[in-house]
């Protein structure tokens, strides 16, 4: 379905398809304005949103099945034809489960936030020769602050390393999409083009995913967004003792922050095989690379 059909009738008048053209994000709040979000920081606006009409998105979005999604509400988002995710704000509620207190889906939603999936065929080119190493690559870590691009870097590094270079064979790549950002599976199918010798997890958290995929797909990189939990590290670790490379990206805005908390989690004895790849976004959108070895020495930069 195209992006613009997914809209409530009131703001499809309002907004022409054309008006989507760069949009990042589509924004929906009970009693405030429609927004969309481009890359440049500019924003329209249109209207005032309704509870009714942000039902009628959500009946759209669903295929008219809410409760279908009953998993993907309890988690906060869901993913759409296409590889849009559409995150959910509302009313959260617990009940007792054992000795826990497990989440509810969502109910009585009051906001609803489309990021737009783009794929950005070729922008991570650059950043390949230097982290190719050997046969595989570097561990290597995307990092930048939110909404940059990190998981669009990611998408494309995986995508080229996938399907190979013209004297580089492609590689086998295990994908673990715990927020389906990455593939953005949609009923079990990647909407997202990551090359030819790829294999997704959807779905499915991190640390057991990477241990997954080295127990059964015998991938020669793992590739994984948002690292931070010890438990994440910890499976990096256990990737790279087995001859694994891992790809991920981070949240951190300057390479020493991803230094310390490689080291905090024990992985100082990886640094010398480590490429930090930093990306920042300009005012007028572009955005701008720079890489560090594990030492923080840089090696390339973009501008």
Not at 25 to 38: A, C, F, H, N, S
Not at 59 to 74: H, Q
Request: charged residues 25%; glycine residues 10%.
């Amino acid at each position: 379905m195209e992006l613009h059909n997914y809209l409530p009738v009131a703001f499809r008048t309002q907004i022409a398809p054309s008006d989507l053209k760069g949009a990042e994000e589509i924004r929906l709040r009970v009693g405030q304005p429609l927004e969309i979000m481009y890359a440049d920081e500019k924003c329209r606006k249109y209207g005032e949103l309704h509870v009714g009409q942000l039902r009628e998105m959500l009946n759209y979005l669903s295929g008219y099945s809410p409760y279908a999604m009953e998993e993907e509400l309890r988690q906060g988002f869901f993913t759409v034809e296409g590889g849009h995710r559409v995150g959910v704000s509302g009313r959260t509620s617990y009940q007792k489960k054992g000795r826990w207190n497990e989440m509810n889906p969502l109910s009585e939603i009051n906001g609803l936030n489309i990021r737009i999936a783009h794929e950005r065929k070729d922008c991570a080119r650059p950043i390949l020769p230097w982290i190719y190493h050997g046969r595989s690559i570097y561990h290597t870590i995307i990092f930048a602050a939110p909404g940059v691009g990190k998981t669009t870097y990611l998408r494309d590094t995986i995508r080229c390393l996938s399907r190979g270079e013209e004297n580089r064979r492609g590689l086998k790549i295990g994908v673990v999409d715990e927020r389906s950002e990455i593939a953005a599976c949609h009923r079990g199918v990647p909407q997202n083009d990551l090359g030819p010798r790829c294999d997704v997890l959807d779905n499915c958290p991190k640390e057991q995913g990477m241990r997954m995929l080295l127990r059964a797909m015998s991938p020669e990189v793992i590739a994984v967004d948002e690292l931070g939990l010890p438990e994440d590290f910890a499976a990096v670790g256990e990737s790279a003792k087995c001859g694994v490379a891992v790809l991920g990206t981070m949240h951190a805005g300057q390479k020493e922050e991803v230094r310390e908390r490689l080291l905090d989690n024990g992985l100082a004895g990886i640094l010398s095989e480590v490429r930090l790849v930093g990306l920042n976004r300009k005012e007028d959108g572009t955005r701008v690379l720079q890489i560090w070895n594990g030492e923080g020495a840089c090696l390339w930069r973009s501008w």
